[in-house]
C-alpha cells in the first residue's frame, strides 16, 4: 500500500497523536497561570457584578438584555441605535488583535485565547487524576480494564463539570444573573437558556477536553491569518539552532571529535509543549508561542550549567544578528517601530473616538417621520393639516415631559391622535416614562392663509428645562397655489 | 500496470492503493473506489427515514389525492391551526373591546389603541380597494381623514355607516339617497344647470358672483337647497354633501360640477355588518375615527343615528 512507500506523496488524513504534557514550573508557566486565572475569573465572574441604575433599569453590571433590546456595561447604556458603539469596541478588538500579534507574535494564541485557557485546565485535571506525563502515556496504552475504565469516567465527568459550568455561565450575561439562576434549577427558565447551555456545555467538552491542538492547527483559521501579519520584527518562541546546533546528550558530547552545541536532547521542550510539536524544527503553524518550552529548556540549561535562552522569544532580525555575533537589539528599538506605532494609533484614535461620543452623545432625542399616504389632507375651511409619526427617546432613568412644538409654522396647531381636533393648540406636552421611547401620532393644521409647501421644524423641550432640546427638521405639505407657482418662476 | 499487484483475485492499483474493477478502455482503467464511509451512513440514514417520513405524512400521489399519513399532518391543516392560535391569542382583547362600548374606549388608552392597531390591520385588508391605503380616498370614494363627512364623523355614526353601508341594495338600515339627475330626467336644461353651477362655484368662494350665479341662486333655491340647504351647507341625515367648503368628492371645477348635476352621482359602499364580525366593525370605527378628522358624539341624538341596534342585529 501506498502509505508504506516513501515515494508517494503523504496521506491527506493524519491519524492524531495524543499530546500529553508534562508538568512544568517556570516565569512563563506561572504568567500563564496569571492570565488563565483572570480570563476565567473575569468569565464566570462578570455577570454577578452588581450596578445599582436605579428602580427603572436593572441592577447587573454587564447585561446584553435581548428581549428589551438595551445593553449595559457598567455606567454605559446602549439603546440599539447606539450599536455602533459595540461595532466599535469590536473593530477595536481586532485592531488590537494586529497590535499584539506584530509586537509579540502569537500571544493570543499563548496565553488569552478561550481554546488554550480550556485547553490547559483540561489539562491540568488530566495530570491531577491520571498522573504526569509519563503515567498519562502507561494508562493510554493499557487495556481496557475496569479500573481503567471508572477512571476514564470519572475523569470525563469532571470534564463534563468544567464544561458545565462554563456553558451554563454563559446565558447569565443575557438575563439577571441570580434570577436566572433559581429559574434555571427549577426548571423555568427560558428554553433558549436551556439550549445554550446545552450547546456550548456540548462543545467546550469536546472541543477542550478531545480536539485540543487540533482546533489550533486544523479548525482555526486565526493561526493563517497571524502568520501573514507577522514580520521579522515579532517576537516568536525560537530554538537558537546557531547556539543549540549539533546537538547531543552529555554522553554523546564527551565522545565527540569536534564540540557539539549546548542541545543536550533531553526533549524537554517536546514533553511540555500542549501541542506537541518540537520548536527545534522551526517556526510551524502547531507553535502557539505559549513559551512552557522555553520555562523547561531554562530549566534543562540550568542544571547543566548552562546559560538560559537556548529556547526565547526572539524576531527573526535578532536571530541573523545573534547568528552573526551581534547583540539583540534592545526591546525598546522593537516595540517603536512605524508598524506598531500606526496600529497603535489607529487603536487608541478609534477608542478616543468612542470615548467622545460616549460623552457627547445626547440621552434625550426625537425623530419625525411624515406622513406620506396621504401627503396633506385638505380641510373644508380651507385649513391643510399634515400628520407626523414622532419617535420622542427618553434614555435617561426618570420620567419627563417634552413641551412639542412647530418652529416657523405660521399659525400652525397641534393635536395628536389621543385628542379631539378642536382641542388642537399651538404647543402640545407628552409625557415620555423613563428609559422608553414614546410614539406619537402628530396632526399640524395650518391655517388656509398660511397653508403652502415649507420647512419647519420640531422641538421637543423638556419641561425640567435641563439639557438640550432636541429639533428635527422636516417639511409641510400643501397643495401648491398660483402665488407659489409665480413665485418659483421668479426664483 | 506493471507495479500492480494481484491480491485474493484483486488487481491492486499502484498509484492509489484501490482495486480496479477489471473494466479497461485503451488502458484507462477503472478503480473500485468504495464509498466513503460516512456518506454510505448518511444515505442509509436517510433510506431509513424516508420509510418512516412515507408511514407518518402524506407521500404517495394517487388519482385524486394522496396517502394521508399516519400523522394526519397537512400544510392547511398547520395553517388552520396558525390562524387558530393567532385568533386566540386575541381573544382577550376583541373580548375587552366587545365588552366596551365604542365612546368608552377612549378612556382606556391601551384598549384604544389595540382597537386602533386591529383596524388598521382590518383596514388594509377590506376598505384600501376603494379608499386607499392611506384612506386618502378618490374621486367618488370619500377621504376619511378629513373633516368632513357626509353621514357623520362621530364613532357611533361611522360604526352604523360601516355595518349598513350605504345604497347597499337588499339592507333596509343602510344610508340612502338620491340626487336627482337634473338634465336626464328634464327637470332642468343645460342652460339652467350652467346657472346653478355658477352659483355653486360662488358658494364655494371659487368664482366672484356674476349675472348667471344670480339666476342660479334662484334655481338652487328652488331645487337643490331642500337637500344642501340653502347655503349650501348640506345635510347629514340624507347625506347631502356641504357645497360651501374645500373638499369635493367627484370634483369642485365647472365641468365636474356640470357633470354631477346632470346625471348626478350615487356612490355605493358594501354593508359590513354581515362580512365582518362585530368587534373588527368596532376596531374599523375607532381606526376611522383616529384618522384625524374623528368628531365627538353630538349632544343630542340626530336623526341619523336612530336606530344603530337595530341595524346590528340584520
Known amino acids: ?491 | 500496470m506493471t507495479h500492480d499487484t494481484k491480491h485474493d483475485d484483486k488487481v491492486i492499483d499502484h498509484a492509489t492503493g484501490t482495486a480496479k474493477v477489471g473494466h479497461e478502455w485503451d488502458g484507462i482503467e477503472e478503480l473500485d473506489t468504495p464509498l466513503p464511509r460516512w456518506w454510505l451512513w448518511t444515505f442509509y440514514a436517510s433510506i431509513l427515514f424516508a420509510l418512516v417520513y412515507v408511514v407518518l405524512y402524506p407521500a404517495i400521489p394517487m388519482l385524486h389525492s394522496a396517502s394521508t399519513g399516519m400523522l394526519g399532518w397537512t400544510s392547511r391543516g398547520v395553517l388552520a391551526d396558525d390562524m387558530a392560535r393567532e385568533k386566540a391569542e386575541h381573544q382577550a382583547v376583541r373580548a375587552a373591546i366587545a365588552a366596551t362600548p365604542i365612546e368608552a374606549l377612549a378612556g382606556n388608552p391601551a384598549l384604544q389603541r389595540a382597537a386602533i392597531e386591529g383596524g388598521h390591520a382590518a383596514f388594509k385588508v377590506n376598505c384600501v380597494q376603494c379608499h386607499g391605503a392611506g384612506a386618502a380616498g378618490a374621486k367618488g370614494y370619500p377621504n376619511l381623514n378629513d373633516d368632513d363627512w357626509l353621514w357623520g364623523g362621530d364613532l357611533t355614526t361611522i360604526q352604523q355607516t360601516l355595518i349598513n353601508g350605504i345604497r347597499q341594495p337588499g339592507n333596509d338600515a343602510t344610508r340612502s339617497s338620491q340626487m336627482p339627475s337634473f338634465v336626464r330626467d328634464g327637470i332642468l336644461t343645460g342652460r339652467q344647470v350652467q346657472d346653478v353651477v355658477s352659483f355653486v362655484r360662488v358658494l364655494s368662494k371659487q368664482d366672484p358672483a356674476n349675472a348667471a350665479s344670480a339666476r342660479g341662486a334662484v334655481l338652487f333655491a328652488g331645487n337643490c337647497a331642500v337637500c344642501h340647504g340653502a347655503g349650501g351647507e348640506g345635510n347629514r341625515s340624507v347625506g347631502a354633501p356641504k357645497l360651501s367648503d374645500k373638499i369635493w368628492l367627484y370634483g369642485g371645477d365647472r365641468a365636474a360640477l356640470t357633470e354631477t348635476v346632470t346625471n348626478a352621482h350615487g356612490g355605493v359602499m358594501p354593508a359590513w355588518g354581515g362580512r365582518l364580525d362585530p368587534v373588527t366593525i368596532k376596531m374599523l370605527s375607532v381606526y376611522v375615527h383616529s384618522l384625524g378628522g374623528g368628531e365627538a358624539a353630538p349632544v343630542a341624538v340626530p336623526a341619523t343615528a336612530a336606530a344603530p341596534a337595530a341595524g346590528a342585529a340584520q
Open chain 1, 1 to 491: 500500500m501506498n502509505a508504506l512507500d516513501p515515494n508517494m506523496p503523504a496521506p491527506l488524513y493524519a491519524k492524531r497523536t495524543a499530546v500529553f504534557p508534562k508538568k512544568i514550573d517556570g516565569p512563563f508557566r506561572r504568567f500563564k497561570w496569571l492570565v488563565m486565572a483572570l480570563c476565567l475569573a473575569v468569565y464566570w465572574g462578570t455577570p454577578w457584578i452588581r450596578w445599582d441604575r436605579g428602580p427603572n433599569a436593572p441592577g447587573q453590571a454587564v447585561l446584553v438584555d435581548l428581549a428589551h433590546r438595551r445593553f449595559y456595561m457598567f455606567a454605559i447604556e446602549i439603546w440599539p441605535q447606539e450599536f455602533y458603539f459595540v461595532a466599535g469596541m469590536l473593530i477595536m478588538a481586532g485592531i488590537g488583535l494586529f497590535l499584539v500579534t506584530s509586537a509579540v507574535g502569537r500571544a493570543w494564541c499563548g496565553y488569552a485565547c478561550p481554546q488554550t485557557v480550556w485547553t490547559d485546565l483540561y489539562q491540568h485535571v488530566d495530570r491531577l487524576i491520571d498522573g504526569d506525563r509519563n503515567a498519562q502515556l502507561r494508562l493510554n496504552a493499557a487495556p481496557w480494564t475496569p479500573a481503567k475504565l471508572a477512571r476514564r469516567l470519572f475523569k470525563w465527568s469532571v470534564y463534563l463539570g468544567i464544561a458545565f459550568v462554563t456553558g451554563g455561565a454563559w446565558i447569565f450575561y443575557f438575563a439577571d444573573a441570580p434570577t436566572l439562576q433559581r429559574a434555571f434549577w427549577t426548571g423555568t427558565a427560558a428554553p433558549v437558556a436551556y439550549a445554550s447551555t446545552g450547546i456550548l456545555t456540548f462543545t467546550t467538552f469536546w472541543l477542550g477536553g478531545f480536539m485540543r491542538e487540533q482546533v489550533c492547527i486544523y479548525m482555526c483559521p486565526w493561526p493563517r491569518i497571524q502568520t501573514a501579519m507577522l514580520d521579522e520584527n515579532s517576537l516568536t518562541v525560537t530554538y537558537k539552532h546557531w547556539r543549540g546546533e549539533p546537538r547531543g546528550s552529555l554522553k554523546e558530547a564527551k565522545g565527540a571529535e569536534t564540540p557539539l552545541g549546548d542541545c543536550i536532547d533531553c526533549k524537554q521542550c517536546v514533553a511540555v509543549c500542549p501541542t506537541g510539536i518540537d520548536i527545534r524544527e522551526g517556526p510551524q503553524i502547531g507553535c502557539i508561542t505559549c513559551a512552557l518550552c522555553v520555562d523547561a529548556c531554562d530549566k534543562a540549561m540550568a542544571s547543566v550549567g548552562r546559560a538560559r535562552g537556548l529556547i526565547d522569544y526572539c524576531t527573526l532580525i535578532d536571530a541573523e544578528r545573534e547568528i552573526k555575533g551581534e547583540p539583540a537589539r534592545p526591546v525598546r528599538k522593537v516595540l517603536l517601530r512605524p508598524r506598531l506605532i500606526a496600529y497603535f494609533a489607529v487603536w487608541g484614535g478609534i477608542g478616543l473616538a468612542l470615548l467622545f461620543m460616549l460623552g457627547a452623545r445626547e440621552r434625550l432625542t426625537l425623530s419625525v417621520a411624515r406622513e406620506r399616504n396621504p401627503e396633506f389632507v385638505q380641510l373644508s375651511g380651507g385649513a391643510v393639516r399634515n400628520a407626523f409619526t414622532l419617535a420622542l427617546r427618553n434614555m435617561e432613568d426618570r420620567p419627563r415631559t417634552l413641551r412639542i412644538a412647530a418652529e416657523g409654522l405660521q399659525g400652525a396647531l397641534l393635536y395628536t391622535d389621543d385628542m379631539a381636533p378642536g382641542a388642537a393648540r399651538a404647543a402640545i406636552d407628552v409625557a415620555v416614562p423613563a428609559d422608553s421611547t414614546a410614539k406619537v401620532r402628530l396632526y399640524a393644521v395650518v391655517p388656509a392663509a398660511s397653508a403652502r409647501p415649507q420647512d419647519f421644524a420640531l422641538t421637543a423641550t423638556p419641561l425640567d428645562k435641563e439639557g438640550h432640546t432636541p429639533r428635527r427638521e422636516t417639511h409641510f405639505a400643501a397643495p401648491k397655489t398660483e402665488h407659489d407657482d409665480h413665485e418659483e418662476e421668479h426664483d
